[in-house]
C-alpha cells in the first residue's frame, strides 16, 4: 500500500498565508518532527495550483549529494544560475544552517522580486545571529511540533487497520506511550523498534546540535543532566538544584555549565522552558521555571520505563498543544498557589488551564480546583482530566473537560 502522509494542514494554511509575500518564511523545530515533509506536501500544492515544476527548487543541505554547496557562495551561485525567468520562484533550503555563513546567501537571494524563499532549521540559534540582524523585520517564524493528537488519530488510521476499531482513550494511551514523532507513528507499536528509532533521533540531535556546537567534552555529563530535565517534568527547578543534585551524585558539574546545557537542549527543541507568571501582580518571575519535553515517548526511552508518569506527562502534552495553538505559556502563580498554565495569544485573549490525571475523588478536585477559584477576572478557567464526563460540566463557572475531547476540539484555544 502506498503511504499516505498526513496533511499537517495548521502549518500548510500558515505557509499559504505568506505565499508571495516579500519575507523569507522559516520553518524552526526538533529535527524529524517533518519540516522536510511539510515542503514537500507545500511543494505539491503549489504544483496543484499551477506552479511549473521549473519555478520550483528544494535543496537539503544533509544531503551529501549538495555537499558542494555548503559555502555561502556556492550556495547562491547554484540556486541563482537554476532560477526560472517567468514568474515567481520558490526556493527551499532544508537545514540551511549547514552552510557556512548562509546568511549571506539568504539575505541576496531575497533581494530578487522573483524568489519566494523558504528554509527549515533544526536549531533556535538560526534566527539569534546574522540572520536576525541582516533580515530584522523580513522574516517570519513558523515553529513546527512533531504530530498533535489529532494529526496522529490520522496517521495511524492510515497505516493501521487496527487502529480504526480502537476507542480515542486507548489511541491516545499509545500516544503517551510511544510518542508523536511522525515515524514513529508509523511504525508497529513495538516498544523495543520504537526505542531504536528515539535512540538515534537522540543521538542525532546531541552530537549533531549540542556536543561539537558546544564542545561538551563530557557526554554522560550532559545526559546526566538531559535525564534529570525528564524526570522533574511539571516541577519547579532552578540550575542550582540541577547542579547540586548531580554534585551529590559525584557527578562534577558547575551552576554556569548547567545553564549552558540547558540552554542548548532549548534551542534545540528537545525541551521548552516555561517561565512563572505572577497573575495578580502581572509580572514574570526570574526563578524556578519548568521544563517540558518535545516528546512523551523520547521521555520513556530515555528514562526506560514503559509507564508514563500520567499526571506529568498529560501536563506535558497540553503545554505543547497549547504551543500549536497560538499561544504564549507560562506557569501562574495566584498568592500560594499554582496554576499549571496561563495561555495567551493575539487572536484569543488568556485562558487558564489545571491538569490532573483525575479528580473523581472529591479532595483531589477540591485542590485542583482552588488556585483557578483564586483568579478573580474574567478570562475562562479550564481543568482537564483523563475522567469521563458530561460535555457541560462546571465547577463555579470552572469547565471541566476530558483532555483527549479538548485535544480532538479543533477549536481556538480558549473557546
Sequence with gaps: MEKRLVQRKEYLSRLAVWKGKPVIKVVTGVRRCGKSTLFYLYMDAL??????DNNILSLNLEDMGNKALLTAEALHEAIEGRLSKKGMNYIFIDEVQQCRDFERAIDSLHLKDNVDLYITGSNATLLSGDLATLLSGRYIEIEMLPLSFHEYLEFTSQTDAESEQQ???ALFADYMRFGSFPFVSALQKDRAVVDEYLDGLYNAVIVKDIVTRERVRDIGILEDVVKFLCSSIGSPIS??????????????ISVNTVEQYIRALTD???FYKADRFDIKGRQHLKTQNKYYIVDSGLRNMLLATSSPDTGHMLENIV???LIRRGNKVNIGKVGDKEVDFVAESTTDGRGYYQVAATVLDESTLNRELESLMKINDH???YLLTLDEIGKDTYHNGIKQMNVVDWLLSRVSTNA
Excluded at 504544483?47 to 511549473?52: C, F, L, W
Aim: zero cysteines.
Design 268 to 270: 534545540s527543541f528537545i
Design 379 to 381: 478570562f475562562p478557567k
Design 319 to 321: 503545554y505543547l498543544e
Design 239 to 252: 540550575t542550582k538544584k540541577v547542579s547540586d543534585t548531580l554534585n551529590s551524585a559525584g557527578r562534577k
Design 167 to 169: 476507542s480515542n482513550s
Design 47 to 52: 504544483r496543484e495550483n499551477g506552479v511549473d
